[in-house]
């Protein structure tokens, strides 16, 4: 039974690259949910995805944060021309249905932007 | 907006002691999730709670519910070393599932 698979574990950037971070849902989980967490922080809600449709981005940075959930293949969280304060660790979780389902959470992705 | 507060959030303990943490959220929901999290790791489930007055136990931690009050606690039995971690709430919001975290506190336990 696999979990919520994230990669990579870690990724270094330089400032002005492209970040790209995958999720693999669990097995039978529709649903994909991916939180920020800044250092010494809780974690953030950035964007809610089911297969080929964004349901709420309401907490992705308007500008360089994309996400999507194609038919086929992990969910992506890209991150163009990353800045120092995108340093955080990426947190995707999944989940059979929304709303009312428990949300099971992958390792995590830590970023650092050099 | 809701928002999600637990205090305190440092707690430094000695073993064998008893404590309390306390997450207050601001609007409805009758759906409160507790977290455990070590330090660099991923987020570990430890209490679903789901209805006003909904009591749960795992060993030395106990949860609880009060869905007038809008809060919820979450409660240390005789402290342990390995207790030692960050511990979140967070309220489910009801139509898309997203969670909304407290801050977490961050429990040492010392022998």
């Known amino acids: 039974n696999a979990g919520v698979m994230q990669n990579p574990r870690h990724l270094v950037r330089r400032r002005g690259q492209e970040a790209r971070l995958r999720c693999s849902p669990m097995?039978?989980?529709?649903?994909v949910y991916w939180y920020r967490q800044l250092p010494e922080e809780g974690l953030k809600f950035m964007v809610y995805?089911?297969?080929?449709?964004?349901?709420?981005e309401s907490g992705m940075p308007k500008e360089r944060f994309s996400a999507e959930f194609p038919k086929e293949g992990p969910s992506i969280l890209r991150i163009q021309q990353v800045v120092r304060g995108d340093s955080a660790a990426y947190f995707c979780?999944?989940?059979?249905?929304?709303?009312?389902?428990?949300?099971?959470f992958g390792d995590g992705t830590r970023l650092s932007i050099l | 907006e809701l928002k999600v507060e637990q205090n305190p959030l440092f707690l430094s303990m000695q073993e064998g002691k008893n404590y309390t943490i306390y997450c207050n959220y601001s609007?409805?929901?009758?759906?409160l999730y507790w977290y455990r999290q070590d330090p660099g790791k991923s987020l570990e489930s430890l209490f679903v709670?789901?209805?006003?007055?909904a009591v749960k136990q795992e060993g030395r931690l106990m949860a609880s519910l009060d869905t007038k009050a809008r809060l919820s606690t979450l409660h240390i039995t005789a402290a342990v070393h390995d207790l030692s971690a960050t511990y979140f709430c967070?309220?489910?919001?009801?139509?898309?599932?997203?969670?909304?975290f407290g801050q977490g506190t961050t429990l040492q336990v010392k022998p």
């Open positions: 995805l089911q297969k080929e449709n964004i349901i709420d």
């Open positions: 609007t409805t929901s009758d759906r």
């Open positions: 709670l789901l209805s006003n007055g």
């Open positions: 967070a309220v489910d919001m009801w139509v898309t599932g997203k969670l909304i």
């Open positions: 979780a999944s989940s059979r249905r929304g709303g009312n389902q428990p949300q099971h």
């Open positions: 097995k039978g989980h529709s649903h």
